[in-house]
T-cell receptor, first 112, second 114 residues
């Protein structure tokens, strides 16, 4: 049972445009959501997070949106840069659990 | 830099042999985790630790054991490796206090079981 799902295995975006990565979850107890970025042969790197008491969190070019009623979150990258080409994972946890559940990942490619 | 070192970085071994992977942290964080990453599955939690000698199972713990005799070291052991355990293994720590904290990852160990 996949509690966190990223339904797009890959996404290709033109440099300078907006990249939108999507993630859906099924567990209504999740209250903390994160996005990680991963380059080949490296570990995942924490990008941005959001608590369920918010619906938006912004950090520079990265914005995460949370729609609790739809159990959906998205990561917007504006403007997209070649260095953003990587695999992106969304993850979620529930109050006090100290454990993360990850999605399958989406490979983002930024084309010049 | 979260101060996490995984060793070895690469290992090739044969089915049925024991394998131990090591995760070392330099900052005395309480929570440590072992994940495996496989195509189509993202990262899946194997075991985690919430203190010295305090460990618990994750989503895919069968065939794996862990030990934490010191705060800084978290060991993952495959008692008798199988080809299905070929994967990339990541160690992580949870930084900060309280719940709702991000985890930070090491650079991984690529394990091939022939």
């Amino acid at each position: 049972d996949q509690q966190v799902k990223q339904n797009s295995p890959s996404l290709s975006v033109q440099e300078g445009r907006i990249s939108i990565l999507n993630c859906d979850y099924t567990n209504s107890m999740f209250d903390y959501f994160l996005w990680y970025k991963k380059y080949p042969a490296e570990g995942p790197t924490f990008l941005i997070s959001i608590s369920s008491i918010k619906d938006k969190n912004e950090d520079g070019r990265f914005t995460v949106f949370l729609n609790k009623s739809a159990k959906h979150l998205s990561l917007h990258i504006v403007p997209s840069q070649p260095g953003d080409s990587a695999v992106y994972f969304c993850a979620a946890s529930s109050q006090g659990a100290q454990k993360l559940v990850f999605g399958q990942g989406t490979r983002l490619t930024i084309n010049p | 830099d979260a101060g996490i070192t995984q060793s070895p970085r690469h290992k090739v071994t044969e089915t049925g042999t024991p394998v131990t992977l090591r995760c070392h942290q330099t900052e005395n964080h309480r929570y440590m985790y072992w994940y495996r990453q496989d195509p189509g599955h993202g990262l899946r939690l194997i075991h985690y630790s919430y203190g010295v000698k305090d460990t618990d199972k994750g989503e895919v713990s069968d065939g794996y054991s862990v030990s934490r005799s010191k705060t800084e070291d978290f060991l993952l052991t495959l008692e008798s490796a199988t080809s299905s355990q070929t994967s990339v293994y990541f160690c992580a720590i949870s930084v900060g206090r309280g719940s709702n904290q991000p985890q930070h990852f090491g650079d991984g160990t690529r394990l091939s079981i022939l």
